[in-house]
Every structure is written in C-alpha cells, then in structure tokens.
C-alpha cells in the first residue's frame, strides 16, 4: 500500500455525545479496473454513466484504508487494524493523538481480510499488547475451520491463521447482537466476508454505524447496492445487507463510518427517488 504523505490529513477526530472518536488514514491506493472491481459483469456504458454523473473516473479509483478508534472515557476501541505493510500508517495515526500501541484496550476485527488484520501483529508479536481482542465468532471459524474458503482466498486463509490463530487465546468470540463494550453493539453485516460485522455506537443519543466493508465504493456501492463487487465472498447476501443498511442508515438518520469510503470515510445516506446517496460530512460534527 502507499504510504500517506505527512502533508496529507491522516486523523480526523471528533466528539460523539460523551465518546471521543477519530478515523485513522491507514493507506490510500490508487487502483485501476474501476467497473472490474465494483461492478462485475455491468454493462460498460452504465459504468460510464455512473462515473460520469458522480465526476469520478471510469477507470480509475482511490481506495482508502480507514480503521476506527472509539474511546468511551474508560476504554479505547479500535476497529481493525489496517494493512500491516510498510505503507501502513496506523502507528503513525495513532501518535499523531498521543496514544501509542499499549494504549489500545480492546481491538475489534470486523472480519478476517488482511486490510483489516495486517497490522494485529509484527515480527510475530501482537502490535497491541494490552488489548483483549475480538473477533466475530462465525468469521473466526470460518477461516480457522472452514473448507468453504473460494480459491481466490486461499492466501487470505493461511495468512487468517499466521496471525489470528495464536491471539486466540487473548480473543472474545462474539455475534450480532452482542455488546463490545457499554454503548458499541455488534450488528450482522454478513456477505462481503461470511461473518462480516459492522458496529453500532451509541453516546448520550450520538449514534455512529461503523459499516466496516459492507460498502466498498462509495458511489456505486450505495447507488447501485444491487451491484456485484469482485471483492465479496457471498455475493447474493452481501447485495441484502447493503439493502437492509442503506434503510437502517437513512431512516435514522445516522452518522456512518466506512472503512472503504474517501477519507475521512464518514458520512449520511440520503434517500431521494427510491435511491441512495452517500452524503460526506461537512461541518455537522463541528457544530
Ligand atoms: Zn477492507
């Protein structure tokens, strides 16, 4: 991944209710084959219409890599822990907020990508060695049991379980529906991974969904949920999750983290002609 440039905004904190949140830049890529990524087997010319009426190119993509640290006054949560190579640049955000790795109480993995758990250790030690860890139950097995893993994720698979396997033993093993700690509950977001978790965090009536890779693009993702992403495992029930959070997101109106979205990665979903728009924040969390 390519590094950030220190001339480039990598940290963006704000408040939500009592909570202290930030979107840490992790890595931001710029990748080609557009309409292969996000749109597979959608004909060129809606691919086209849809990069030209949102002013992104057709080809070409940025692709931001953006964990989330939630600190509820006695605990810091991280959500994933980025790429883990030497482009990757969570150490460094997290220094830039005077917090180091011992200061990370618990570290959520939201499912088992190496975008999300490349940084859980280094030279074979866990990086955040204080933390208890969690992982999604179902996702956990799936990638330390399963014989369900596609060909394409074999790599994925082995590198699961160099990392994962021996911070077991550290790790709480939970399901939608559970509680992370007081105020961040689990929520099933199944389908981009087979036990893909998103979170939902909650401070003095803030509410914030860390969507986590539900969403990839930000654009055709939530224009077109309907669409099919190389990038997701169950394709059928990634399409319904993102159906069932485009509804959840608008209707109440939340505040919305995505770890895939353009920096800062956080925005609305608005609603308008029975389709969905990502709406990025502006000053909303300034004011
Ligand atoms: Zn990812």
């Excluded at 931001?28 to 309409?35: E, I, M």
């Excluded at 949102?54 to 890599?65: A, G, L, T, V, W």
């Excluded at 074999?154 to 709480?172: K, M, P, V």
């Excluded at 939608?176 to 389908?191: L, N, Q, R, S, Y």
Aim: proline share 5%; net charge negative.
């Amino acid at each position: 991944m390519s590094e950030i440039s220190p001339a480039r905004a990598r940290v963006f904190a704000f408040d939500l209710g009592s909570f202290k949140a930030a979107a840490l830049l992790d890595a931001a890529d710029v990748r080609d084959n557009f309409a292969s990524a996000f749109a597979a087997g959608q004909p060129q010319a809606a691919v086209d219409e849809l990069a030209a009426s949102n002013f992104i190119d057709r080809h070409r993509y940025e692709h931001c890599f953006i964990p989330t640290l939630i600190d509820t006054g006695s605990q810091k949560v991280l959500f994933d822990t980025g790429c883990g190579d030497e482009g990757s640049s969570i150490l460094d955000c997290l220094h830039d907020l005077g917090l180091g790795p011992d200061d990370i109480d618990v570290v959520v993995i939201t499912h088992g990508h190496p975008d999300h758990i490349g940084g859980l250790v280094r030279n074979g030690e866990p990086v955040f060695k204080r933390a208890r860890h969690i992982f999604g139950a179902a996702e956990f097995a799936f990638w330390t049991e399963g014989d369900a893993v596609r060909p394409a994720r074999l790599a994925n698979r082995d590198l699961f379980r160099r990392i994962c396997a021996g911070l077991a033993e550290r790790a709480t093993f939970i399901a939608p529906g559970d509680e992370v700690v007081p105020g961040i509950t689990a929520v099933d977001a199944a389908g981009h991974s087979p036990g893909l978790l998103a979170f939902l965090v909650e401070s003095d009536g803030k509410r914030l969904l860390i969507w986590s890779d539900a969403f990839l693009h930000y654009a055709v993702s939530i224009q077109h949920p309907e669409w099919h992403a190389d990038f997701d495992d169950d394709r059928d029930r990634a399409v319904e999750t993102r159906k069932r959070l485009l509804k959840m997101a608008a209707e109440q109106r939340l505040l919305v983290a995505g770890h895939h979205m353009p920096f800062p990665g956080l925005g609305y979903v608005g609603q308008a002609d029975g389709s969905f728009r990502w709406i990025p924040v502006s000053y909303q969390l300034n004011v």
